[in-house]
């Protein structure tokens, strides 16, 4: 139940003295004790229902950052957490000048970093045992030699086991102040991936590119602005709380 979610192990384990690794996955038990709980089946996720409202606000949230910026990014199902890689090293506000690229042949889209600046950076991407990953990348689709917008591929990014090939997930330096999680730089290598990985609206070339991307793809970030507002909500509750005592 979500009201004795405070007495979950993962939530009464004591991350104080244990190692960074530790700590993220610590942070990622968190995240799937708070899903399992909740149980939110897709339509109320996908139409922000009132109960995906109190997961995102829920009070414990404001207790371990990582674990919460892990739960923004969360499926249905609490075995599979995913990512949304879109800005670059040499790209943050300007992401539709992304260098990312999925070029189209017969068996399926191939995905490439290819320069250092076409990294991907920050979403959590390192490996971490137990748990498999997965993240929509977004890439400039090219079809026949011909560029055709920026869409989003659905990535296996690792098993849980270990990364996928062509996949390289290099983790950040640790955060001072705050709980540790894997943010990374992402870089993929002719990774093959298959037709259904393409989740764009057309292979066509669209009229106007940037419209596509942030009309019609972006939309739900909007969504993740909220929820990370609704964690901090909870936190300057428990600090006024604490302050008025």
């Given at each position: 139940?979500?009201?004795?979610?405070?007495?979950?192990?993962?939530?009464?384990?004591?991350?104080?003295?244990?190692?960074?690794?530790?700590?993220?996955?610590?942070?990622?038990?968190?995240?799937?004790?708070?899903?399992?709980?909740?149980?939110?089946?897709?339509?109320?996720?996908?139409?922000?229902?009132?109960?995906?409202?109190?997961?995102?606000?829920?009070?414990?949230?404001?207790?371990?950052?990582?674990?919460?910026?892990?739960?923004?990014?969360?499926?249905?199902?609490?075995?599979?957490?995913?990512?949304?890689?879109?800005?670059?090293?040499?790209?943050?506000?300007?992401?539709?000048?992304?260098?990312?690229?999925?070029?189209?042949?017969?068996?399926?889209p191939i995905l490439r970093?290819?320069?250092?600046?076409?990294?991907?950076?920050?979403?959590?991407?390192?490996?971490?045992?137990?748990?498999?990953?997965?993240?929509?990348?977004?890439?400039?689709?090219?079809?026949?030699?011909?560029?055709?917008?920026?869409?989003?591929?659905?990535?296996?990014?690792?098993?849980?086991?270990?990364?996928c090939t062509g996949i390289?997930?290099?983790?950040?330096?640790?955060?001072?102040?705050?709980?540790?999680?894997?943010?990374?730089?992402?870089?993929?290598?002719?990774?093959?991936?298959?037709?259904?990985?393409?989740?764009?609206?057309?292979?066509?070339?669209?009229?106007?590119?940037?419209?596509?991307?942030?009309?019609?793809?972006?939309?739900?970030?909007?969504?993740?602005?909220?929820?990370?507002?609704?964690?901090?909500?909870?936190?300057?509750?428990?600090?006024?709380?604490?302050?008025?005592?």
């Amino acid at each position: 139940m979500e009201s004795d979610l405070h007495l979950h192990q993962a939530w009464t384990a004591r991350p104080d003295f244990m190692e960074p690794n530790d700590r993220v996955k610590l942070a990622y038990e968190r995240a799937r004790a708070i899903i399992n709980a909740y149980d939110l089946t897709e339509e109320e996720i996908e139409k922000c229902m009132p109960r995906f409202w109190d997961m995102q606000c829920h009070g414990l949230n404001s207790r371990d950052v990582g674990s919460s910026n892990v739960l923004f990014l969360h499926r249905p199902q609490a075995e599979l957490f995913g990512g949304f890689l879109l800005t670059e090293v040499g790209h943050g506000l300007d992401a539709t000048n992304i260098e990312t690229t999925a070029t189209k042949v017969d068996d399926g889209p191939i995905l490439r970093t290819p320069t250092p600046t076409a990294a991907k950076i920050m979403p959590p991407t390192g490996l971490t045992h137990g748990f498999t990953k997965l993240a929509l990348v977004y890439a400039r689709l090219i079809v026949e030699d011909e560029y055709r917008g920026i869409h989003p591929f659905l990535v296996t990014l690792c098993t849980g086991r270990g990364m996928c090939t062509g996949i390289s997930s290099s983790t950040l330096p640790l955060r001072a102040g705050t709980s540790p999680l894997d943010y990374a730089i992402t870089t993929f290598d002719q990774v093959r991936l298959p037709p259904a990985s393409f989740l764009g609206k057309s292979l066509a070339k669209p009229k106007d590119p940037k419209a596509l991307l942030l009309r019609t793809y972006m939309w739900r970030v909007t969504v993740g602005i909220m929820s990370i507002s609704g964690a901090t909500a909870q936190g300057l509750k428990y600090i006024a709380t604490i302050g008025y005592d």
